[in-house]
């Protein structure tokens, strides 16, 4: 399983590409975030209340606040990471070392901080408004475990199975909950699913039919996101909420099939949630889920922009949307900042 204090080496500061594009028709504008060093790609992964955004973009972490994007740097080696960003500004997510290795960090105020233990992996994942953090660690030769930093120091909040048997923490709300996903099972070591933590308790949120199922966001009402296996092997959006998990759906006549389908990224305080669906074509495409009605993105931004948006990946609670459009898989990624137009 995948994923887990030093000054900055340096910080790159890159002004513009923040016009927002034509605004003839849609209901959102349309902000292009721009890349780091000349790179043609940049892929986002959160944006906090205030609108700032966390990414990657030349395999170096970055935060866009602004129109502004700034190089986070690393812990001394060449690539980073960001995975999430709090509504105080601070930024969480995986960098390597001098030695090579890839441990957790965060980074605040100008600094980022090493999270990690030498000879072992880490990753951050999560943080909420109280700095708690979330993510994995792992020593060689053993499979990760879910764990958390509090003011610095960092505790294994468990698996579904015996120690060691494998989870990664992706958020955690203001309240301390989090969620993610946990293997272990006695009879299955193959399967995952989603789990939350919250005071020394485990819990997994089961399937909607098939066997796997993973959480990738939750908010400050104890909603939970993601996707989950049906009884055919195809994958759909998940929203579990007091005990039960409901099937968000995908985009009208979607293509699905097995291994995919849709899937849900984030959920703001409104209940609001984002992810990317399979469309009749069988095309991936950005989506919106309010309400119980899902929206393909793609339908309510200018036509004149001539994007073609394929995974949305957070939002906040003012409605704005971070998104990616990479229509060629060996191609290179875009990411925008969707406003609603009020």
Known sequence: MEDFRRQILFLCVLVG?????????GNYTVTDLGTLSGSSSAKVAAINKSGQVVGTSADHAFLWSNGVLTDLGTLGGSVSTAYAIN?????????????????AFVWANGVMTDL?????????HGINSQGVIVGMESA????????????????SIGDLGPSGSGSTAICINDKGQSAGVSSGFATNQGVVRAVTWQNGVISDLGTLGGLHSTADG????????????????????FLWQNGVMRNLGTL??????????????????TGQVVGSSLNSSGQVRAVLWNNGKITDLNSVIPRTSGLILTRATGINDQGQIVVEQQTDPNGPTRSFLLTPKH
């Open 116 to 124: 990690g233990v030498p000879g072992e992996t880490s990753a951050a």
């Open 252 to 269: 009208p006549k979607s293509a699905i099939q097995p291994g995919s389908g849709s899937q849900a990224a984030a959920v703001n305080g």
């Open 140 to 155: 060689k030769n053993v499979r990760g475990g879910a764990a958390q930093w509090t003011n610095g120091q960092r505790q």
């Open 17 to 25: 590409g923040f016009a927002p594009l034509a605004t003839a028709q």
């Open 87 to 103: 509504d105080l500004g601070q930024v969480v997510g995986q960098a390597s070392t001098a030695s090579g290795e890839m441990h």
């Open 218 to 237: 939750v908010n400050n009402q104890g909603a939970v996101v993601g996707w989950a296996e049906l009884s055919d092997q195809s994958t759909v959006a």
